[in-house]
């Protein structure tokens, strides 16, 4: 289980920097329901990122998916 939680936050992160270097600033909000995501939507959420052409692509993923 600790592994799974420092990977996971690791993964967090990477995630977060992709995102908003993709989408521009994130909210509080939205990085908060990022870094909240269980792995397995974490993970989702990286790859579902390359196809994002700005926020409303993440406010959109992060609507169906959080």
């Not at 909240?36 to 989702?44: C, D, K, S």
């Amino acid at each position: 289980m600790a592994y799974r939680e420092i990977f996971g936050r690791g993964e967090a992160k990477v995630t977060l920097r992709q995102l908003a270097r993709r989408c521009g600033a994130l909210s509080a909000e939205q990085d908060n329901l990022i870094r909240n995501l269980p792995l397995e939507r974490l993970e989702a959420s990286a790859e579902a990122l390359l196809d994002f052409q700005g926020m409303a692509d993440l406010n959109a993923w992060l609507a169906a998916n959080a």
